[in-house]
């Protein structure tokens, strides 16, 4: 049994930036990632279309993306609009980006409808975990922000795709006090070749929690008794680790991290193995393109643009 340990809180100095900053394109990776009802999201040198494979239509909504002071990619929808397209106009939207396997959009609809459902009424997808092990983590009001969470951060929709990031799974965290001695073991469903890892305190009804809380920098991951440090950059979006060698086990420890503006727990919400044959994973279904050259050309060249 996990030992668990109370984090203390203290209490630094918070700033506030109040004016919106502009989204740092630098940060759209590319990918082709189908939503539902033929309408797919692309990312392709620092550019965000929407594309209608059924209307043949698209659209750069890449001017309308901006970072907001919390540190979350949003996205404004206040031009014109198709009803072909899945994003409507006079809607505000969450975006956390990501190569493969996952991509969430959610507007504040979407936010608010998840305070009503229960867990008994959601299909969790786990993300191909066998089995998950930490000899710390933080307990907090009762609240236990193990590595569980992981096994419940994603949620199938009536399409039966893994869609949907259910903001109130608690992230996993641990104390300032508990990280020297702390250690994360995991077993895959089968060998893993990376894993995928959502840094921070992720909570679009909360997003201050991601400043606030702390936020993981460097990671050493062991595979059969030799560790390679890797680095974790300090944004919102779904970031890839790849191993040296492809492994079923893994040792996770936590080296260095971001200091929170708040608090001092060291947050991570989502974690999920990188499997280069898509046949192991649970997330086939996410539609992924694997000729995304070949899909971008297609729609760039016979599909009608929309302003």
Not at 126 to 144: A, F, L, M, R
Not at 165 to 189: C, G, H, K, W
Request: aromatic share 16%; with cysteine.
């Amino acid at each position: 049994m996990a030992g668990v340990f109370r984090a203390k809180k203290k209490l630094v100095l918070l700033y506030v930036v109040t004016a919106f900053k502009i989204f740092a394109q630098t940060s759209i990776p590319d990918f082709a990632w189908y939503f539902m009802r033929g309408i797919y999201f692309v990312g392709n040198e620092n550019t965000f279309y929407e594309v209608n494979t059924d209307a043949k239509e698209y659209r750069d909504i890449t001017k309308l993306c901006y970072t907001d002071s919390n540190g979350f990619l949003r996205i404004n929808i206040d031009g014109n609009n198709s009803d072909d397209f899945m994003l409507t106009k006079n809607d505000t939207y969450y975006l956390i980006l990501s190569k493969r396997y996952f991509t969430v959009i959610q507007n504040n609809e979407e936010i608010e409808w998840q305070k009503n459902t229960t867990d008994d009424s959601l299909l969790f997808v786990n993300p191909s975990i066998q089995s998950i092990h930490t000899n710390s983590y933080v307990i907090e009001n009762n609240i236990h922000y193990s590595a569980e969470g992981f096994k419940k951060r994603f949620f199938a929709t009536d399409l039966g795709l893994p869609l949907f990031y259910l903001n109130r799974t608690p992230p996993f965290a641990l104390s300032e006090e508990q990280m020297d001695n702390f250690y994360m073991d995991i077993e895959f469903v089968d060998g893993a070749d990376g894993m995928l890892l959502l840094n921070g305190f992720v909570d679009m009804r909360r997003p201050n929690l991601y400043k606030e809380n702390a936020r993981v920098k460097e990671i050493a991951i062991t595979i059969d008794g030799l560790s390679s440090v890797y680095t974790l950059e300090d944004r919102i979006e779904f970031q890839e680790i790849i191993f040296k060698k492809q492994s079923k086990k893994v040792r996770l420890e936590i080296i260095s991290f971001y200091q929170g503006e708040k608090y001092t727990d060291i947050c991570l919400s989502a974690l999920s193995p990188i499997f280069y044959d898509k046949k192991k994973h649970n997330f086939d279904k996410m539609y992924w393109t694997e000729h995304r050259t070949e899909f971008l050309k297609e729609f760039l060249t016979h599909y009608r643009e929309i302003k």
